[in-house]
């Protein structure tokens, strides 16, 4: 193995599946680790898996390379941490920083904090409140849906991080309470859009990047990727349609008998 | 007031003011839309952790999708299928020079700002009538909830495939543009 490979090596694996598990689409890792690489003096390839990510850097120089493979962690969506790892492929590309310039920046991005939850909770509860609107619905619905969708993700962060239960498992209890909460239209008849409410209630749990991802892997010819995000935006998809049904026999929304 | 308008009869004035009154009540319902889809994709991109300046573009890019798709479905009585496609082109083509501007990755805005567009009535239209199919009911019934269920999910399932290959075409035509957003 040649040893002046080993920064880049390590460095372009660790870079990959930070930039894979933050939700970056396959075009924009191969894109980026080729373009650090190549600001090295090295070439890159890359093979990304569902859940490994594979680089080997060979050396322009002497023709030697070096493969390294990563385990991707659970997807966490976070366009910052993309953003600005992306930033750090141009500026490797423009200004050819040094080594532990590069390592320093990036251990800045990783460990750089997200929005509130607080704040996230707010503004997706608002966010689900517009969505009823947009659907038709009148205000006391917006109202319900406001609650319904704070108390649902709070509880799905909670159960997620605090527990640490299985994010299908948080999903479906999430989208369960988030519609037996929206059910109070029809229970207290508040509001002349019930329906709105209980069918926007559960909308931010709905996996839309993985499912745009998938789309664009497809686009990139990385089916195996996408058939994967795919199949996991497919799941989640599944665990919220079932708490809502849940939640509908349950309240006995929709039953005739 | 402006000159020609002061120049104007009064017949002439109340035609133009009817005519700003009706221009008014029909764009008012396609201002609300906007206004709230950009709530809404801004609600989104915090579940993204989005940058802080992609906030802007995000409510931008969902307001002008959201805005083409109430427009054409609207006005030109377009079905909401192919509305959506043109909502999702639309999103697309602008999230490039916006994410230039903004120094932001184009998929970054462009992703939350197409979730407002997301057939939620539909879905919840398939899972109603699925739950239905599941009690015992006459025959008529039973098909009548089975049409609806796969009408509205199929409806749903090509809106979103439409949507997805309308916002991620662009990103790939314009790929020399959109991958160096952040340089």
């Known amino acids: ?257 | 007031m402006p000159v020609y308008w002061a120049l104007c009869s009064h017949d002439d004035n109340e035609n133009r003011i009817n005519t700003l009154k009706y221009t008014f009540y029909i764009m008012l319902p396609i201002i609300e839309d906007c206004f709230f889809a950009a709530i809404a994709a801004v609600g989104f991109g915090s579940i993204s952790n989005i940058p802080t300046r992609a906030f802007y573009g995000c409510a931008f890019l969902a307001a002008a999708g959201h805005g083409t798709r109430t427009l054409l479905m609207g006005m030109s009585c377009i079905s909401i299928i192919w509305a959506s496609l043109a909502g999702s082109i639309v999103i697309g083509l602008l999230s490039i020079p916006v994410s230039s501007h903004l120094k932001t990755p184009a998929e970054s805005m462009s992703y939350p700002a197409l979730l407002p567009m997301i057939p939620g009535m539909y879905a919840y239209r398939t899972i109603n009538a699925l739950l239905q199919c599941t009690e015992p009911s006459p025959d008529n019934i039973l098909i009548h909830n089975l049409c609806t269920m796969s009408y509205n999910g199929l409806v749903c399932t090509i809106i979103i495939l439409l949507m997805l290959i309308g916002v991620t075409i662009p990103i790939f035509f314009f790929d020399k543009y959109s991958f160096s957003a952040t340089r």
């Not at chain 1, 947009?134 to 991080?161: E, H, P, Q, R, W």
């Not at chain 1, 998938?214 to 665990?239: E, P, Q, V, W």
Request: hydrophobic residues 45%.
């Open chain 1, 1 to 257: 193995m040649n040893e002046g490979n080993v920064f880049p090596v390590d460095f372009l694996a660790d870079y990959a599946a930070t930039i894979l598990r933050c939700g970056a689409t396959t075009v924009r890792t191969e894109k980026n680790v080729q373009r650090i690489a190549g600001a090295c003096g090295y070439h890159a390839e890359i093979n990304i898996y569902p859940r490994h990510v594979d680089v080997n850097v060979t050396n322009v120089g002497n023709g030697k390379n070096t493969t390294r493979s990563r385990a991707i962690p659970d997807w966490e969506i976070n366009f910052s941490t993309i953003t600005a790892l992306s930033r750090l492929s141009w500026r490797c590309h423009d200004r050819h920083p040094k080594q532990e310039i590069i390592m320093r920046q990036y251990r800045r991005i990783v460990n750089a904090r997200r929005i509130s939850s607080s704040a996230v909770i707010s503004l997706t509860a608002l966010a689900n409140a517009s969505f009823c609107r947009l659907f038709g619905g009148d205000y006391a619905s917006m109202a319900i849906v406001l609650v319904a969708t704070a108390c649902g993700f709070y509880m799905k962060g909670n159960l997620c991080s605090k527990w640490k239960l299985d994010a299908r498992a948080a999903i479906f209890m999430a989208g369960c309470v988030s519609a037996i909460l929206s059910c109070a239209g029809y229970v207290f008849n508040i509001g002349k859009t019930p329906d709105v409410a209980l069918a926007t209630s559960v909308l931010y749990l709905v996996p839309g990047i993985h499912y745009l991802n998938a789309a664009s892997d497809l686009i990139n010819r990385h089916y195996i990727c996408a058939i994967c995000r795919f199949i996991h935006a497919g799941i989640m998809t599944i665990c919220l349609s079932t708490g809502l049904y849940a939640a509908m026999t349950i309240m006995r929304i929709g039953l005739t008998h």
